[in-house]
């Protein structure tokens, strides 16, 4: 494959994925982490994914972000598909389409809010204005501030705003309120749907928390490296109306 360039295609979804496994090591300590999943998702959703610890989660996410390459199984990429990439097809596509946000923020503490988010917008084909991103993930009035002068909310919404800025098509979020009290936890979840309305990028979210689920267009379930629960919901909820 010579690049992983495509645009949307209406009605066919953004990731399918198929029979996919992923197995660390081997012999009798090898771990089957993914055990054939089968999944569609499509374009512009927010995925809230739960599972118990060790279900597959994170393993999963690494792999539809490009960060990881399956054992076994396909996964494409609005039809391209990601397990034939080369190294440098996945580094482009990692670069040019997805974002990333952590449950640790890794901001520059020398570097004020606009600053952090700069560094990505140097390098990005078609960023947005620092500002911007950080408005839309409503950091406006601090943009000048340091990390050490935000509270931890802020500054994993300066990690929100630094992964949105370059445009992704797709935002993987790995346990990204998991540091965070249950009220600051809110704020970046807000964040991160008025992100996913705005931008319409397709929106993954990992969390142990079982309400997030709410604020969701689909719930993906793991347990023990399969799908146990793949649900779509109707009426999701805004996330300022959930607690836990
Ligand atoms: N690099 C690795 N080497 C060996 N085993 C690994 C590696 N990474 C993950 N695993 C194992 O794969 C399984 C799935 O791990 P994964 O991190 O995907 O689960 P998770 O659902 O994200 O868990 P958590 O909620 O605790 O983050 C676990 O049994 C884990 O120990």
Known sequence: MASLDAEPDGAAPTYQVRDLSRVYGDGPAAVHALRGV???????????????????KSTFLNIIGGLDRATAGTVRFRGQDLHDASDAA????????????????????????????????????NPMDPAEALELVGLGPRIDHFPAQLSGGEQQRV????????????????????????????????????????????????????????????????????????????????ASELSW
């Open 90 to 125: 996945l580094t482009r596509y990692r670069r040019d389409h997805v974002g990333f946000v952590f449950q640790f923020y890794n901001l520059m503490p020398s570097l004020t809010a606009r600053e952090n988010v700069a560094l990505v917008t140097e390098i990005a084909r």
């Open 38 to 56: 089968d999944i569609d998702v499509p374009e512009g959703e927010l995925i809230v994914v739960l599972g118990a610890s060790g279900s597959g």
């Open 159 to 238: 990690a929100i705003a630094r992964a949105i800025a370059k445009r992704p098509d797709v935002m993987m979020c790995d346990e990204p309120t998991g540091a965070l009290d249950s009220k600051t936890g809110v704020r970046v979840l807000e964040a991160l749907q008025n992100v996913n309305r705005e931008l319409g990028a397709t929106t993954f979210l990992i969390t142990h928390n079982v309400s997030v689920g709410w604020m969701a267009d689909r719930v993906i379930e793991f347990a023990d490296g399969a799908v146990r629960e793949n649900r779509v919901n109707a009426n999701p909820v805004p």
